[in-house]
């Protein structure tokens, strides 16, 4: 479920984006963030996301 | 210039597309459910997307500026380094002599290998569209007709992933290390 609120925030910062709404790049760094939070929880912990 | 650079977006665009429809498709023939770091790395894919479909959407308003481009390319950049992080990480994991390596190859490369060349083109090329951005006129007026088929693709591709990925993901938090099938599916 994870990952499909990730592409939920890509779709949500779509649409920010084609209705040119002020929130666009907040959305958008909101989803490097949490991506990023994710892939390094993965790094720094044994193995579980892999392979 | 304007022109030039719409093209350039939208090629950019379908090229993503294309790789996540590939990809998608490799998927359902091949069998081989994409384990968790294939997923972040689509995700970084579609991230990377944004960028150009924001160069796009401006040129709605029939008028093009440096900002906007900047702005995309820098959306482009970040969602492509993130991508090349999980993709060098999961290489790394399969780089001892005599590991098989996770699913497939395909022209004898794993998707994860493609995965990074394509995040480095995506630096390379959103890069090279920052220095063509020396050339661009201000509040050049122009016309592109190729806007709302692009975004369109880009949802479908992006809807089906979320769709696929509930399906295998069933109702757990996260995917199993090495999926084989789909839970919501499987009693």
């Known amino acids: ?51 | 210039m304007a022109q030039l650079y719409l093209l350039a977006a939208t090629v950019n665009v379908w090229v993503l597309v294309l790789i996540l429809t590939a990809a998608f498709g490799f998927q359902l023939v091949a069998g081989e459910p994409p384990c968790p770091l294939c997923v972040v790395q689509r995700i970084a894919l579609m991230m990377c997307a944004l960028g150009p479909l924001s160069v796009l959407r401006q040129s709605r308003d029939g008028v093009l500026a440096c900002r906007d481009i900047a702005v995309g390319s820098g959306i482009a950049i970040i969602s492509a380094l993130l991508g090349a992080a999980v993709s060098t990480r999961q290489v790394l994991l399969h780089i001892l002599p005599g590991d098989p390596g996770f699913g497939s190859p395909f022209l004898g490369l794993h998707l994860y290998t493609w995965c990074l060349i394509a995040f480095v083109g995506q630096i390379t090329a959103s890069a090279l569209m920052l220095i063509g951005s020396a050339w661009l006129k201000e509040n050049e007026r122009m016309a592109w007709r190729m806007t709302n088929v692009t975004a369109g693709a880009f949802v479908f591709i992006v809807v089906a992933n979320l769709l696929s990925v509930i399906a295998e993901a069933g109702f757990n938090w996260d995917l199993p290390p090495d999926p084989v099938g789909y839970l919501l599916f499987k009693k």
């Not at chain 1, 984006?17 to 959305?27: D, E, F, S, T």
């Not at chain 1, 990023?36 to 392979?51: G, K, R």
């Open chain 1, 1 to 51: 479920m994870v990952y499909a609120l990730f592409m939920i925030l890509v779709l949500l910062t779509f649409c920010a984006m084609w209705r040119a709404h002020v929130l666009q790049i907040p959305l958008f760094l909101l989803t490097v963030a949490v991506v990023l939070l994710h892939v390094v929880s993965d790094m720094t912990t044994p193995l579980t996301l892999s392979f």
